[in-house]
């Protein structure tokens, strides 16, 4: 099968066909200009070897429930000619767990992402391709610093996978001590960062020069490294096991809906989680005294027992429900300095368990809506909150979707949530009651992004014509009217029995 069908599934770099619907509505991302098409190679593609990589620092996170991967690396052109294309590998199984990928500049921090494309050719091999497009050429013998960064979701395994309720739960991780690249590097080492000082059992490597034995341990970091020079491809399986006494949140599906209101003056938020613990299973039952008990001295545990969603300050009217139905375990703190969201789910969730719940909540228009000199409007919101907890939070799918007032037109939108993350948007009709055609509905649809993105902003710019601001008062004015017309006409008919004299 042709592997830009898998990217455009998984790792969602292909561009964004224009998905405007008949009435005339447009999207618009501001990473455009980078593009992200996808390219054309051969039936079997090699990466030519143009670059070579002088410096590399592999800089592996495992802090949170997700692992976040920096490469920092000094690129050097060995080639005759200026070449703009430099070559990252991943393999078919990462490509479903990766999001957020964004590579820029490291020494000039004002510069946008670059652009990334999925390298397009047949093959059943075991890695795919990706094309990072460099702004500039590079000439040859010239040197330039990338920061490259991704998120892999789902990537532990626990280790025991079935613990006690009040053991501690351990993680395990597998990976390459090199940095997989395509080029030759002359100089790398990787650092590995824990949340925890607890490391019992990590992969040990001979070392080299002064140093007997990789790796190095510095507290809660690993540093396999430097290593000499490697060639193209080399790879050194490496496993490591650390404690992580904390819930591993997974969010499989967040839907978030958004209701602009122009003449209520309001914006409604609504969000529907479905949460998933993906720790360490219980290897006994669930034992609820226990629980109880241990309650009173509050220890460390890898269950989850809250959540914190902080909102906009101004933020009011919030709830909180599950599929029973209202759920009054929450708790609701707003001020001029903060407002913040605190639920509890009805029992506490560990691994393997499922908890589906919706929140919602109502913010003042003017927080997020202005009006523009030329007559038009742009609302600007978080593309993603969602509850923000020291262990970290992972989203497998995000549906975002922007209810705009009904006539809206000329919608367009700009987001900061790295564009490989965005699978899919377009302008859809959304009807509710009163309406006469339905209202317009920006569909953004997202894929493998974690709490890092949360409060990035999406920005729409619309057009709300008078004919359509004065459509709804005149459907329930000429409702109302008809209404009382048809009650006039019917109080005129004569259903009384007449007898003859």
């Not at 908890?355 to 593309?383: C, E, H, M, Q």
Request: glycine content about 6%.
């Amino acid at each position: 099968m042709k592997t830009s069908a898998v990217f455009s599934a998984v790792l969602s770099l292909l561009s964004l066909a224009s998905t405007g619907s008949a009435h005339g509505h447009h999207h618009h991302d501001k990473h455009s200009d980078s593009g992200t098409s996808s390219a054309s190679a051969p039936a079997t593609f090699t990466p030519p070897q143009v670059f070579k990589n002088v410096n590399l620092v592999h800089i592996v996170s495992l802090e949170k429930n997700y692992v976040k991967e920096s490469i920092n690396v000094v690129i050097e052109n060995i080639d005759k000619e200026a070449h703009s294309d430099y070559i990252l590998p991943f393999t078919n199984e990462q490509l479903s767990r990766l999001g957020g990928l964004e590579v820029r500049d490291r020494k000039n921090a004002e510069s946008g992402p670059f652009g990334v494309e999925p390298v397009e050719f047949e093959s059943f091999g075991p890695n795919q391709y990706v094309r990072i497009r460099l702004p500039t050429p590079l000439a040859p013998g010239a040197q330039q610093t990338l920061g490259i960064t991704y998120y892999l979701l789902s990537a532990y395994k626990p280790l025991p996978a079935s613990i006690k309720q009040e053991e501690q739960q351990f993680l395990s991780y597998s990976f390459s001590a090199y940095c997989p690249s395509v080029y030759a590097t002359s100089k790398q080492k990787t650092e590995v960062k824990f949340a925890s000082t607890n490391i019992p059992d990590y992969t040990k490597l001979l070392g080299s020069g002064d140093v007997k034995e990789f790796p190095q341990k510095q507290g809660s970091k690993l540093v396999y490294g430097p290593f000499d020079e490697k060639p193209a491809g080399a790879l050194e399986p490496i496993q490591v096991r650390f404690e992580f006494n904390k819930p591993v949140i997974h969010f499989s599906r967040l839907e978030r809906d958004i209701e602009v209101s122009h003449w209520g003056g309001n914006v409604a938020f609504e969000e529907r989680y479905d949460l998933e613990h993906r720790g360490a299973n219980l290897s006994s039952l669930f034992n609820r005294v226990k629980w109880q008990q241990s309650q009173y001295y509050n220890p460390v545990t890898h269950a989850l027992k809250e959540m914190k969603f902080p909102l906009r300050v101004g933020s009011a009217d919030p709830y909180y429900t599950d599929v029973i139905g209202n759920v009054s375990t929450s708790r609701f703190r707003s001020n001029k300095r903060e407002a913040l969201l605190e639920i509890k789910p009805r029992y506490p969730l560990f691994g393997g368990w499922k908890y589906p719940f919706t929140i919602g909540w109502n913010s003042d228009a003017k927080n997020f809506l202005r009006r523009t000199a030329t007559g038009g409007f742009v609302l600007n919101v978080p593309f993603l909150e969602g509850p923000k907890q020291p262990e970290g939070v992972e989203y497998e799918q995000v549906v975002v979707r922007l209810i705009l007032p009904e006539g809206a037109e000329n919608v367009k939108w700009t987001t900061a949530v790295p564009k490989s993350s965005i699978s899919d948007a377009g302008v859809q009709i959304h009807k509710t009651y009163l309406d006469t055609i339905g209202r317009t509905a920006l569909v953004i649809r997202g894929r493998n992004l974690v709490d890092d993105f949360r409060d990035r902003d999406l920005t729409v710019t619309y057009d709300y014509p008078m004919s359509a601001v004065l459509r709804k008062p005149l459907v329930v004015f000429s409702s109302s009217m008809a209404v009382f017309v048809s009650l006039w006409l019917l109080s005129l008919i004569n259903l009384k029995f007449t007898t003859k004299k």
